[in-house]
Every structure is written in C-alpha cells, then in structure tokens.
C-alpha cells in the first residue's frame, strides 16, 4: 500500500523537526515547509528513515510564500492524508521595551500564517471527505502571560482557531486537534530572547521535543480535540490553570521569564 503524505511546516529544528521523524517512523511521506536554515539536512536525515520528502524554503509570515508553499504541495500530485501547521516563533521581554518589528511578524507567522494554510489544507480536504490536522498552540494559550504576552496572546488564537475549526468540520470526515506543548527543550527560549531566564534554562528542561511530537501525533491519529504534551506536570498545569486566579497567573509566568539578575 502506498504512502500516506504528511505536510510540516516549522520542521528544520525543535518540536516540527521532531513532528516530521514521527510522521516518518510510522510511513509518511513528507512536505516540509520551513525557512531555509537547517533544513536540506532534514531532508537527508529523514530520508533515511525510507520515505520521500520534499523540503520548500519557505516564509510563512508572508502571505505570497504561504502561496507559494500550498502550490508546492498541491505539485506533489497527492491527496495530503495530515498537515501539522507548527511554524512560529515567540518574543519576550516587557510589551513597552520589545521591538515592534519582530511582534508583527510573530502575529504575521503565528496568527495569519497559520489560519492561511489551513484554509488551504480544508478546502483540499473537506471535499475529499477526510484529512487530519493539528495545529501547534500551547499551555500558554490558557494563560495571563507578562513578559510573553504578544507570543501568548497568538496562541490563544491558534487555540481557540482549532477548536472552532473542529466544531466546523465535525461532519466532513476532517479531524483537528491542538497541539499544547508546555516549555520544551528547543531553541524557542533563546529565539525570543529569554535564555537568561527560568523558563529557558530550567523550564524548558520539562518537555523533550521528542516526546511532544509523539504525544501530538497519537493524538493527531486518535482524532482527539487537543493535548497537553508532554510530561506529567505539564498536564497537570494544563489542566489546573484554569482554576488559579489571574493575578497568581502572573505573577507566576513573570517570575519564569524575568531576567535572572533581576530576580
Ligand atoms: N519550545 C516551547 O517551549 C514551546 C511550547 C509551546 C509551544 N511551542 C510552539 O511550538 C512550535 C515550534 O516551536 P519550537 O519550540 O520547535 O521552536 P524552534 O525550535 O525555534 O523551531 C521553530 C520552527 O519554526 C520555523 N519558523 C519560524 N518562523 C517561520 C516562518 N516565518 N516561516 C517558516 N518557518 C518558520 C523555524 O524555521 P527556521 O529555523 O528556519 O527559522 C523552525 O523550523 C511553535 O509554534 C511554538 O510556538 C513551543
């Protein structure tokens, strides 16, 4: 039986690389989409695992690249069995001293980049009666989030984006799921500037990219609405924060991503 295909976006490191070696490990093919750095290596390294895979540079903050990347895997010739919309990036620090330059194009990849390519991944899909998608939002989506407020504020929206996508397609055959990572060990924290942090430097150790991306696609395949990956306390996190007052919630995230000579 042939291949099923899988598209990637975010998958030249970190938690959409790691996505892309479990679609590989259980017989995808793949297109993944990604800016340039990193990723023909990727490309080596996950053919190796036996399947096909088709690497587009690409940057999702634009909406002509976004184009560009959906007429690359519609050139594949296939009906796309899953997409994993993972791309983003975070930027932290205090709203009132961070760059605006770099929050626009965090909602640009974020916010638009992500609804864009779903739009293309339903409309191919939904016709066809079937498809699987999972779009990468997070523990911080449910959460009052100083010093990340832009960045959390992004994935509130891509959160609450797939479940009312969900609820759409109820029907069609078209399952969505949301993936909720809590802090992961990838670059993601020196990216945004908080390595010299709690939360880039001890935080982060509680999730392994790995184990998020195995947990996002059991439950991508299980067609469950979301998951909070990976480990037991970031579950319980999950799970709880609702609960805990938004002035503790603050005062919480800010003590996590506050400079640690400032502490
Ligand atoms: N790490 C965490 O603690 C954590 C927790 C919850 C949720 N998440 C989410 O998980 C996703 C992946 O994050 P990560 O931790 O794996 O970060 P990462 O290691 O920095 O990887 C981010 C990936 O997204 C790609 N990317 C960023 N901007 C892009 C753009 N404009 N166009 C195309 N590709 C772009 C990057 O490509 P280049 O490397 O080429 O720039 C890279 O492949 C993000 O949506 C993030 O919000 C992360």
Same mark, same amino acid.
């Given at each position: 039986m042939a291949n099923q295909l899988a598209v990637?976006?975010?998958?030249?490191?970190?938690?959409?690389?790691?996505?892309a070696k479990v679609f590989a490990e259980n017989g995808f093919d793949l297109v993944l989409g990604s800016e340039p750095e $990193?990723?023909?290596k990727v490309?080596?390294?996950l053919r190796a695992l036996g399947v096909q895979v088709k690497a587009v540079a690409v940057d999702l903050s634009k909406y002509d690249e976004v184009l560009r990347f959906w007429s690359e895997v519609e050139a594949v010739g296939r009906p796309v069995d899953a997409i994993a919309i993972n791309a983003g990036i975070g930027s932290g620090g205090l709203f009132a001293e961070t760059d605006l330059d770099v929050e626009i194009r965090l909602v640009r990849t974020n916010v638009e980049g992500t609804m864009h390519l779903a739009k293309h991944a339903v409309k191919h899909m939904v016709?066809?009666?079937? $498809?699987?998608?999972l779009i990468?939002?997070?523990?911080?989506?449910?959460?009052?989030?100083?010093?990340?407020?832009v960045y959390a504020a992004s994935?509130?929206?891509?959160?609450?984006?797939?479940? $009312?996508?969900?609820?759409?397609?109820?029907d069609t055959g078209v399952t969505v799921t949301a993936l909720q990572p $809590?802090?992961?060990d990838t670059h993601f924290f020196d990216r945004e500037g908080l390595s010299d942090t709690d939360a880039g430097t001890k935080g982060k150790k509680g999730n392994d990219p790995y184990d998020v991306a195995k947990q996002g696609f059991k439950a991508l395949m299980e067609g469950d609405d979301h998951v909070y990956a990976a480990s037991l306390s970031t579950k319980l996190q999950g799970a709880l924060m609702g609960l805990v007052p938004d002035a503790l919630q603050a005062k919480l995230h800010d003590d996590m991503t506050k400079p640690l000579e400032e502490k």
């Amino acid at each position: 039986m042939a291949n099923q295909l899988a598209v990637v976006t975010g998958a030249s490191m970190g938690i959409g690389y790691n996505l892309a070696k479990v679609f590989a490990e259980n017989g995808f093919d793949l297109v993944l989409g990604s800016e340039p750095e $990193g990723l023909s290596k990727v490309e080596i390294d996950l053919r190796a695992l036996g399947v096909q895979v088709k690497a587009v540079a690409v940057d999702l903050s634009k909406y002509d690249e976004v184009l560009r990347f959906w007429s690359e895997v519609e050139a594949v010739g296939r009906p796309v069995d899953a997409i994993a919309i993972n791309a983003g990036i975070g930027s932290g620090g205090l709203f009132a001293e961070t760059d605006l330059d770099v929050e626009i194009r965090l909602v640009r990849t974020n916010v638009e980049g992500t609804m864009h390519l779903a739009k293309h991944a339903v409309k191919h899909m939904v016709p066809r009666g079937a $498809g699987r998608i999972l779009i990468t939002a997070s523990i911080i989506s449910e959460m009052v989030a100083p010093r990340e407020l832009v960045y959390a504020a992004s994935k509130s929206f891509d959160l609450a984006f797939a479940k $009312g996508l969900r609820a759409e397609l109820k029907d069609t055959g078209v399952t969505v799921t949301a993936l909720q990572p $809590g802090p992961t060990d990838t670059h993601f924290f020196d990216r945004e500037g908080l390595s010299d942090t709690d939360a880039g430097t001890k935080g982060k150790k509680g999730n392994d990219p790995y184990d998020v991306a195995k947990q996002g696609f059991k439950a991508l395949m299980e067609g469950d609405d979301h998951v909070y990956a990976a480990s037991l306390s970031t579950k319980l996190q999950g799970a709880l924060m609702g609960l805990v007052p938004d002035a503790l919630q603050a005062k919480l995230h800010d003590d996590m991503t506050k400079p640690l000579e400032e502490k």
